[in-house]
């Protein structure tokens, strides 16, 4: 099966910069999306950034022009590049992947665990 473990999380300042990884693991046959989610207490899951297979790129107009998703196609891994940091963006932020894969290759809808990022001084 195909797993995907976060990382980069952790505590940032507000104009300062964090980034997050997500290593993806397991057979991997096509790739349709990477997508970034965050989701702060009380409040509903919002997608921030995504990557399609082909290279498209798009982000919430929230994060746009501070926050960059990218992938090294040699490492199976996807980074959220953060920059310019404020406090609203402190929430638990998780990658996701819509995939083809696994040993019985199949459509496959996969979630990292979450990393948390704090912005505060």
């Known amino acids: 099966q195909v797993q995907l473990v976060e990382s980069g999380g952790g505590l940032g300042q507000p104009g300062g910069s964090l980034r997050l990884s997500c290593a993806a693991s397991?057979?991997?046959?096509?790739?349709?999306?990477i997508n970034w989610y965050r989701q702060a207490p009380g409040k509903q899951r919002e997608l921030v950034a995504a990557v399609t297979g082909g290279g498209s790129t798009d982000y919430a107009d929230s994060v746009k022009g501070r926050f960059t998703i990218s992938i090294d196609n040699a490492k199976n891994t996807v980074y959220l590049q953060m920059n310019s940091l404020k406090p609203e963006d402190t929430a638990v932020y998780y990658c996701?992947?819509?995939?083809?894969?696994?040993?019985?290759?199949?459509?496959?809808?996969?979630w990292g665990q979450g990393t948390l990022v704090t912005v505060s001084s």
């Open positions: 996701h992947a819509d995939l083809l894969g696994g040993r019985q290759v199949q459509r496959l809808d996969v």
């Open positions: 397991g057979s991997i046959f096509k790739v349709y999306a």
